[in-house]
């Protein structure tokens, strides 16, 4: 009997943001938590090898996918470090993330904190997909 692999790629085309001198990778991903899935649009999060954790959404995205009601207790939550050296608690709350394209939800710590404007896909949140950086074609490949 022949194992069977998924053979389906899926890819992202890296974007250009106003605040970037060069493209940057993003995946496409919506947010699932028992409540609904949220957006209805697909969000646009950047990958960030130097934010160590799940997802970072901005707090008015928290509430309206309504993060708060599965929130986890405030001894658990973790002490992030911004980009101008501020220390905040970060808010967090664990649900699952649905990706454009690809079949499987991945459940994720999803964070925010006041001030956050950025959709941001971590490392604890790539480290939970085998994808590629396409540097030449400015792409990333799951």
């Known amino acids: 009997m022949e194992n069977k692999k998924n053979t389906k790629k899926v890819e992202f085309q890296y974007i250009n943001t106003e605040n970037a001198r ?3 990778p993003i995946l496409r ?4 938590t028992p409540y609904k899935r949220h ?6 999060a ?3 090898t ?5 997802l970072l959404i901005p707090p008015e995205l928290y509430k309206e996918a309504e993060l708060h009601k599965i929130e986890l207790p405030i001894d658990q939550w973790d002490i992030g470090e911004t980009v101008t050296g501020e220390m905040t608690l970060l808010q967090a709350s664990l649900a699952k993330i649905e990706i454009e394209g690809f079949d499987k939800l991945i459940e994720l710590r999803i964070e925010t904190f ?9 490392l604890n ?3 939970t997909l085998l994808l590629c950086l ?9």
């Open 22 to 24: 060069e493209k940057i």
């Open 29 to 32: 991903l919506k947010i699932v």
């Open 39 to 44: 957006p209805d649009e697909w969000l646009e």
């Open 46 to 48: 950047f990958l960030d």
């Open 50 to 54: 130097g934010y160590d954790g799940g």
């Open 114 to 122: 006041k001030g956050n404007q950025e959709v941001i896909l971590g």
């Open 125 to 127: 949140g790539i480290r």
């Open 134 to 142: 396409n540097g030449p074609k400015k792409c990333v490949e799951i």
